[in-house]
């Protein structure tokens, strides 16, 4: 096995970004791959609420 760093089964070695509503962490996906610059929302919950933030919990 060569130390490719591409995905060969390895998860950890995905890109991801944080949604600009939830600021939860998404990870690559296959039908993301010719738009993934574009991909600013982790699901379409997400997307319907843009407009509104979510408020922060605080750390307990």
Request: hydrophobic share 25%; proline share 10%.
């Amino acid at each position: 096995m060569s130390a490719d760093p591409g995905y060969k089964g390895n998860k950890a070695a995905l890109p991801s970004k944080p949604c600009t509503v939830c600021g939860r962490a998404m990870s690559w996906r296959r039908a993301w791959a010719h738009n993934w610059n574009e991909v600013r929302h982790c699901s379409a919950a997400c997307r319907k609420n843009r407009g509104k933030r979510q408020p922060e919990r605080p750390c307990p």
